[in-house]
């Protein structure tokens, strides 16, 4: 879909607020045969990237009850790091490194897929309801191949004018994780209480992405619904945030330098070339290069076919 559009129309405005686009999310199924239905906001054809977070997933609250929860069977990845947050529930996490461990809300799991790993994710029986965001990141030319790794970490509430702020992945409000990225990179969840003003020092040379989880919130005076990602041009240091409904408000707020390179995003891969996206397809169909996930109860996912067509790289456009 199309994003919606607010002023000024460039990187800061003649009040010194940031430039905003919204975009919209999209529904997409999950998981192979049993897949659970997620709302995407990254990649489109608008935006492909927020610095180098490359894909955003954002899915319930769903009564797993009645929705059967996750399963999502063992599956590769390669050029790219994985961000699990969640708001509600639990999730299992296996992968080909050995990890064995837990998705909480309020409690990063970062995997990096480099060269190539795989792993399972399934929802926990002690899960009634999930809710939470499933977020990617494009490794740089220079590290896609890097070795695969697993950080699991728990940032401590910082409170800022009524706010309640957990900085996952780099820095804000005073709080700096201590996760390693591969490229500058901002990640954080925001609660706002009902009818707040909350006014971030952000780094200039950044561009952010605002997602919505719950609540109604303006980002530089520009309304933001359920779901809805905007998107702040950098150029600006601050950002203004608020909660104009009765209810707390909750968000996720990402941010980077823009990431230059162009990428191909197809599957569970990311790469430069056709060529590349295809020696990763083969890797993973012949059994190599990604590893085994152990202790998880069924067979890995079989790849889709390629398209007939090259893949073309994409970048923003600006």
């Given at each position: 879909m199309a994003p919606r559009y607010g002023a000024p129309v460039d990187g800061e405005g003649p009040t010194g607020a940031a430039r905003v686009d919204v975009l919209t999310p999209r529904d997409v199924?999950?998981?192979?045969?049993?897949?659970?239905?997620?709302?995407?906001?990254?990649?489109?054809?608008?935006?492909?990237?927020?610095?180098?977070?490359?894909?955003?997933?954002?899915?319930?609250?769903?009564?797993?009850?009645?929705?059967?929860?996750?399963?999502?069977?063992?599956?590769?990845?390669?050029?790219?790091?994985?961000?699990?947050?969640?708001?509600s529930g639990e999730i299992e996490h296996r992968d080909s490194l050995g990890s064995h461990a837990y998705v909480r809300p309020g409690e990063l799991n970062l995997m990096t897929g480099g060269y190539g790993i795989s792993h399972s994710e399934v929802?926990?029986?002690?899960?009634?309801?999930?809710?939470?965001?499933?977020?990617?990141?494009?490794?740089?030319?220079?590290?896609?191949?890097?070795?695969?790794?697993?950080?699991?970490?728990?940032?401590?509430?910082?409170?800022?004018?009524?706010?309640?702020?957990?900085?996952?992945?780099?820095?804000?409000?005073g709080h700096t994780s201590p996760v390693k990225t591969f490229t500058p990179l901002l990640g954080a969840e925001i609660a706002l209480p009902p009818h707040t003003t909350l006014t971030l020092t952000v780094n200039p040379t950044f561009e952010h992405g605002l997602l919505i989880d719950q609540g109604e919130v303006s980002l530089a005076e520009t309304p933001l619904r359920f779901a809805e990602l905007g998107y702040a041009h950098p150029g600006t240091g601050t950002l203004t945030l608020t909660n104009t409904a009765d209810t707390t408000a909750r968000m996720i707020l990402l941010g980077g330098p823009p990431f230059e390179e162009e990428i191909i995003i197809w599957w569970n891969f990311i790469g430069r070339s056709s060529e590349e996206i295809a020696q990763a397809r083969r890797d993973w169909t012949e059994g190599r290069r990604f590893g085994e996930v152990r202790g998880y109860n069924g067979a890995p996912l079989p790849a889709p076919e390629l398209p007939k067509v090259p893949l073309k790289p994409r970048g923003n456009r600006r």
């Open positions: 199924p999950l998981g192979g045969p049993r897949a659970m239905t997620v709302r995407r906001t990254l990649p489109q054809r608008a935006r492909t990237l927020i610095g180098a977070w490359c894909f955003a997933d954002h899915y319930g609250p769903d009564d797993v009850s009645v929705s059967g929860g996750m399963d999502v069977a063992p599956h590769p990845h390669s050029g790219l790091q994985t961000v699990s947050w969640l708001f929802s926990t029986p002690r899960t009634t309801v999930l809710h939470g965001v499933q977020l990617w990141v494009a490794l740089p030319a220079e590290h896609r191949a890097t070795a695969r790794d697993f950080q699991h970490y728990v940032p401590e509430p910082v409170r800022i004018d009524g706010a309640e702020i957990r900085v996952f992945l780099g820095s804000l409000a």
